[in-house]
């Protein structure tokens, strides 16, 4: 069962039990953007309050996996709050977990990501999603919405 | 004379003896797509090793051979659903979905217009909805659906008024996702009544049911050899030999003309006429030993062998989970196929999936092509566990004991 620990670890299990930023803002002024996984119907709805360059407050709702809602949750807690082009850094750096980092970070020297994933905190958990292909998509389901909404506000 | 063995069977299917994840295979994604038994395998082997040539062009030997083997199946196909016209009445296509588009873009094109009406019901896999949207959208037709009633069965209560303004009726024989069997010579009786057709989705209850066409008085019919333990790539639309005979071709291309010239082209007669291109002959060959095998297996203990399972598994979830796992589908085994939709509790379908994969468990989560059933009863998905001929008690085992831990894990 270790892979499976390694997919469903505890602080993935606690997001999807206990949400955070759980909820909808009033729109306007936020910002509503709804993102579907076609395949296994999974979505989310994500609320972006921005202001200044800063995502002042998110919120999300919608339904599907322990993998798609905690990906949503922990990425809402790592990006509330922060100026637009560090939440930009952090979406890019979320990708780069999700391609597969650990054979990257394996190779020698310095790399500028290697210092950006060690930012990722609690979102690093998710890094088990990568040996189950299948599952990928739905924790990269939040990211891809939180830009789309992103790109729709610039 | 009738010994059926669902150990035999088993036995008999290669993929069954696999280990996944430390565990010997548990296969309950049926539903989905059946394993193949050596019969199978071997039939499609041989032909690509002895008597691979392509049909109805050349005049040697193989390719004299390989026109008999896929006219052959096409004869098979027809003897297993009872076809009143026979061979004549049986075209091969890709799979059901492609079966369905058939009906729609050549029949339903030909036939139907503004105002026309097509009933569904709430119970269609996408297959059987998608082709007739596309068809409103050129022609002006009704789509019309019959609803699902709180016991996951038709509710017929207002079929009559449904069936007004009614051309086609196009209903499943088995929900892909509750199990449900449909009274069918009902439904047929009640088409003709007003003067419709009834087409049945088969891609469930030809594999898992005894389908004679001629006593069902249907008019068309659709599945795929991948769900009746055959390969995939080739399905089945059988139709009235009248009905066929009076549609306009689907594909254009080599083997459906009788002529082209510069100025136009005049189609073939007979089922060649919907079937452009070289066809899937191996995977013929394929299905006409899929169909020998039921047959020899006897479909009348296939379906009491599942029935069987499924009651087995239903007693067991109820009295296992006391309601935490809950079976979206009838809970008896009245007229219902072994397709159990799950849905356990506080845990997402695709967790349960990928749970069961650590146990070697197969089963499918999702909206299984059939979103508007889901929105019915409120679902975004289930985990679906489906039995065929090779099940055992012992799977629904292996079942139980992974959802208790899946139960344990997120609870």
């Not at chain 2, 009704?142 to 303004?165: A, C, K």
Request: some cysteine; glycine content about 10%.
């Amino acid at each position: 069962m270790s892979n499976l620990e390694d997919l469903y670890r505890e602080i993935i299990l606690d997001h999807y039990r206990s949400p955070r930023n759980r909820g909808e803002l009033p729109t306007p002024p936020a910002h509503r953007v709804e993102g579907f996984n076609p395949l296994c119907g999974d979505d989310v709805v994500i609320y972006l309050n921005v202001r200044d360059g800063v995502l002042e407050d998110i919120k999300c709702t919608g339904r599907g996996c322990s993998i798609s809602q905690s990906s949503c949750s922990l990425m809402s807690t790592a990006v509330k709050g922060k100026p637009l082009d560090q939440v930009q850094r952090t979406i890019d750096t979320f990708k780069e977990l999700m391609t597969g980092h650990e054979s990257s970070l394996s190779q020698d020297g310095e790399r500028d990501d290697e210092r950006d994933l060690r930012t990722l905190g609690e979102l690093a958990a998710l890094q088990g999603v990568v040996k189950f292909p299948v599952r990928i998509k739905c924790a990269t389901l939040a990211w891809i919405t939180l830009r789309q909404g992103l790109e729709e506000l610039a | 004379m009738t010994s059926f063995s669902a150990r035999r069977v088993r036995a008999d299917v290669p993929q069954l003896t696999r280990v996944v994840n430390g565990r010997t295979i548990t296969y309950l994604d049926t539903a989905s797509s059946s394993l193949q038994p050596r019969a199978v395998i071997e039939a499609m082997s041989r032909y690509y090793e002895l008597r691979h040539a392509n049909v109805h062009r050349g005049v040697y030997q193989t390719a004299n051979e390989a026109t008999e083997a896929y006219e052959g199946s096409r004869a098979s196909v027809a003897g297993f659903i009872h076809a009143p016209g026979g061979a004549q009445e049986v075209v091969f296509t890709k799979n059901t979905t492609e079966s369905f588009n058939l009906i729609a873009k050549s029949w339903g094109a030909a036939n139907l217009g503004p105002g026309d009406v097509v009933l569904l019901s709430e119970m269609e896999h996408h297959a059987n909805i998608v082709p007739w949207f596309q068809l409103r959208e050129t022609t002006g037709i009704e789509v019309r659906f019959i609803p699902v009633s709180d016991d996951y069965r038709l509710d017929l209560n207002h079929l009559d008024e449904l069936l007004q303004g009614v051309r086609l009726l196009s209903i499943t024989g088995m929900s892909n996702v509750l199990g449900t069997k449909n009274p069918l010579k009902e439904l047929a009786s009640a088409a003709h009544d007003v003067g419709a057709l009834i087409a049945v989705d088969g891609a469930q209850s030809v594999a898992h049911g005894i389908t004679n066409v001629t006593e069902l008085d249907l008019d068309f019919l659709t599945f795929s050899a991948h769900k009746m333990l055959g390969p995939t790539g080739i399905g089945v639309l059988w139709a009235r030999e009248a009905i066929l005979d009076a549609m306009p071709p689907f594909l254009g291309g080599g083997g459906m003309i009788a002529d082209v010239r510069t100025d136009g082209y005049t189609p073939a007669r007979g089922v060649t006429r919907f079937e452009a291109g070289t066809p899937p002959i191996a995977e013929a060959v394929g299905l006409n030993a899929a169909v020998r095998y039921l047959e020899g297996l006897g479909m009348s203990d296939v379906v009491a062998h599942e029935r069987d399972l499924t009651d087995d598994a239903l007693t067991r979830l109820e009295l296992t989970f006391d309601g935490r796992v809950r079976v979206i589908g009838p809970l008896d085994t009245v007229e219902r196929g072994g397709v159990i939709s799950l849905d356990v509790e506080g845990v997402h379908p695709h967790d349960v999936a990928q749970v069961l994969d650590q146990f070697g468990v197969c089963v499918r989560p999702g909206h299984h092509c059939a979103k508007p059933l889901m929105r019915r009863f409120g679902l975004a998905a289930t985990a679906r566990a489906s039995f065929g001929p090779y099940s055992l008690k012992r799977d629904t085992d292996v079942l139980l004991e992974a959802l208790e831990h899946t139960l344990k894990m997120f609870g």
